[in-house]
T-cell receptor
Framework: AQSVTQLGSHVSVSEGALVLLRCNYSSSVPPYLFWYVQYPNQGLQLLLKYTSAATLVKGINGFEAEFKKSETSFHLTKPSAHMSDAAEYFCAVSRTGGGNKLTFGTGTQLKVEL | EPEVTQTPSHQVTQMGQEVILRCVPISNHLYFYWYRQILGQKVEFLVSFYNNEISEKSEIFDDQFSVERPDGSNFTLKIRSTKLEDSAMYFC????????????FGQGTRLTVV
C-alpha cells in the first residue's frame, strides 16, 4: 500500500518569504509523486511531478520539489511567496503513471499574509 | 488547452434519489477516474476505468455506485440511492495512457444530499 503524510494542515507565511510544505511518502515500490494545488471553488491543478528522472523537479508558478529517497520525502518549496499562492496543496503518490490511482495526503492550506 | 469538463457544477438531491454526475474527459485519453472530497477531508479515489471496464475500485465504491462510458465521449458516475454521507465534491480525471504520468482533473461537481 502507498500513502503520503503532509505535516501541517495550515501553513502561514509572509509575502516574499520562503514557502515550505512537507510531504513524506510510504511505498513498497518506487513511487511517482505529485503536488496538486486547489484554489477556492476550483479543481485540482498539477504543480509538478516526480517520475524517477531528476530528483529536483521544477513546476509551475515558481514551485519546486526535491525527491529524497533516504528521507522518503518530497517537500514543496518556493523561494518567495506571493499572495496568489494562497490555496490548498495536496501531495499524492501513485505506483506508476497512467492507469493507476493517486493516493492523496490530507492537504495543507497555505495562507500568505502581507 | 484541452480540459476535463464536469456537469453540473452543483447538484442538490433528496436522500434516496438517484443522481448521475457527468464528465467529458480529454478526447484522446484512455484512463478515467472518479475521486471524491468530503468537505474538509482529503481527496479519495473511487474508481478507475479503462477499455470499457472498471480496472480498480476502492472500498467506498460499493453497489450503490456505478460508472459508464455510454457514448465514447461522456463518462458518468451514478449513485443509485443517495445518502447524506454522499455529500461531497466529486472530481473526474483522465490520463492519456499507461505511460502517462499526469491525470487531468475537472472542476468538480458539488453534490449536496438533503
Amino acid at each position: 500500500a502507498q500513502s503520503v503524510t503532509q505535516l501541517g494542515s495550515h501553513v502561514s507565511v509572509s509575502e516574499g518569504a520562503l514557502v515550505l510544505l512537507r510531504c513524506n511518502y510510504s511505498s513498497s515500490v518506487p513511487p511517482y509523486l505529485f503536488w496538486y494545488v486547489q484554489y477556492p471553488n476550483q479543481g485540482l491543478q498539477l504543480l509538478l511531478k516526480y517520475t524517477s528522472a531528476a530528483t529536483l523537479v521544477k513546476g509551475i508558478n515558481g514551485f519546486e520539489a526535491e525527491f529524497k529517497k533516504s528521507e522518503t520525502s518530497f517537500h514543496l518549496t518556493k523561494p518567495s511567496a506571493h499572495m496568489s499562492d494562497a490555496a490548498e496543496y495536496f501531495c499524492a503518490v501513485s505506483r506508476t503513471g497512467g492507469g493507476n490511482k493517486l493516493t492523496f495526503g490530507t492537504g495543507t492550506q497555505l495562507k500568505v499574509e502581507l | 488547452e484541452p480540459e476535463v469538463t464536469q456537469t453540473p457544477s452543483h447538484q442538490v438531491t433528496q436522500m434516496g434519489q438517484e443522481v448521475i454526475l457527468r464528465c467529458v474527459p480529454i478526447s484522446n485519453h484512455l484512463y478515467f477516474y472518479w475521486y471524491r472530497q468530503i468537505l474538509g477531508q482529503k481527496v479519495e479515489f473511487l474508481v478507475s476505468f479503462y477499455n470499457n471496464e472498471i480496472s480498480e475500485k476502492s472500498e467506498i465504491f460499493d453497489d450503490q455506485f456505478s460508472v459508464e462510458r455510454p457514448d465514447g465521449s461522456n463518462f458518468t458516475l451514478k449513485i443509485r440511492s443517495t445518502k447524506l454521507e454522499d455529500s461531497a465534491m466529486y472530481f473526474c480525471a483522465s490520463s492519456a495512457s499507461r505511460g502517462s504520468t499526469e491525470a487531468f482533473f475537472g472542476q468538480g461537481t458539488r453534490l449536496t444530499v438533503v
